[in-house]
């Protein structure tokens, strides 16, 4: 299970109308990087892949490749829009340490 926001709803729907092309859904994919070792990373795509989870919050449809899965499975999203800080934060209670920037984490 992943967990939006309300904020976090209302920031990918505005970018979901926002977009020039169809989308299909927001991608949450985690890759490595970052000072801990792994990054998230999200996407609207044009389209789901045969395997993907997919998931539907709100109206907004998350898609989550099977490796991604299992690092994120009970993340909360949410968006924050602050004097200093503007974008997506990630909650994670699989995640073993964690960036102070809060874009990377390790399992």
């Known amino acids: 299970m992943i967990n939006l926001t309300p904020a976090a709803v209302k920031a990918v ?5 926002g977009s020039e092309t169809p989308v299909a859904g927001l991608r949450l994919v985690v890759s490595g990087g970052g000072c801990s070792g792994l990054q998230y990373g999200m996407k609207l795509e044009a389209e789901k892949a045969e395997d993907d ?22 993340v909360t999203v949410d968006f924050v829009d602050t004097l200093t800080h ?21 399992v």
Do not use: H, Y
């Open 13 to 17: 729907q505005r970018f979901i109308r």
């Open 53 to 74: 989870w997919e998931l539907e919050i709100e109206g907004v449809k998350l898609l989550v490749d099977p490796m991604t899965m299992p690092m994120i499975d009970n």
């Open 86 to 106: 503007t974008g997506f934060k990630f909650d994670n209670p699989n995640a073993t340490a964690k960036c102070a920037c809060g874009s990377s984490f390790s």
